[in-house]
Every structure is written in C-alpha cells, then in structure tokens.
C-alpha cells in the first residue's frame, strides 16, 4: 500500500519532481523534528503556567508539525509532500536512524521544557521582590 501512495503523490508533485536521497531525506526530518521540538516545548511551558489550555495539547502539537514544516519550506523550499514521499519510500516507520531521530526530538524537548520553566519562575521570582 505504501509503493502505491509513493507512487500517487510522486506523480502528483509534477513531472520534474525527484526523489531526495536517503540521506538528505534524513537531515530534513531532524530538521523538521527539532523545529518541532521548539515549538512544543513553548506550547508545553505555557500550558504549565495556564496560559495555554493542557486539554489542547494534541492541537498544539499539530500547530508545532506545521510550523516545523513551513519553516523548512522557507528556509529550503522542501515541501511536506517531499518528505512524506520520501518517508513512506526509505520506509522510515521502522527505521532505526528514524528512530534515534524522535528520541533526539524527544529529549530535546525535555531539556527545552525544563530550561523553560526555569527561565519562567526567575522572572516570577524577579516581579515578586519589586
């Protein structure tokens, strides 16, 4: 099933449409992830301090893939067919490079959260002794 979507959206990226390699497939989903990372981590800070609703977190998170993925396109001009073509092609799901790239995002996140949060309460800290 995944051959016949590669092949549905390739032709529908147009006749000049090639495949990226393998490898770049790979740098542009970090790219994508750690982008994505960022944003969820101030989405994830702010629904700490009640600033975002926790019950929205998923929307979100899907808020922060698409500003991951226009930033790629404006930085690189990639688009999420692109990567989707290639994800499904080098069949990534169960790809062990895949894999360490998600952890990565996921830790990295996590460090973002917390450094965060850390900013967020010494400037509490900071307003509540003027």
């Known amino acids: ?26 740098i ?27 019950e929205q977190l998923p929307l979100g998170q899907e808020m922060a893939k698409f500003q991951a993925l226009d930033s790629l396109h404006e930085e690189l001009g990639i688009q999420e067919g692109d990567i989707i073509i290639a994800f499904n092609n080098y069949q990534f799901a169960d790809d062990e490079e895949f894999g360490a790239i998600i952890k990565k995002s996921q830790d990295a996140t996590k460090a973002r959260v917390q450094q965060g949060m850390q900013q967020i309460m010494a400037q509490q800290q900071a307003q509540a002794r003027q």
Do not use: H, T, W
């Not at 549905?8 to 090639?18: D, I, K, P, Y």
């Open 28 to 54: 542009n989903i970090e790219k994508i992830e750690m982008k994505k990372a960022e944003f969820v981590a101030g989405i994830m800070c702010m629904a700490q301090i009640g600033q975002f609703p926790k």
């Open 1 to 26: 099933m995944a051959r016949i979507e590669v092949e549905e959206r390739s032709s529908q990226m147009g006749e000049g449409f090639v495949l990226m390699s393998r490898e770049d497939a790979l």
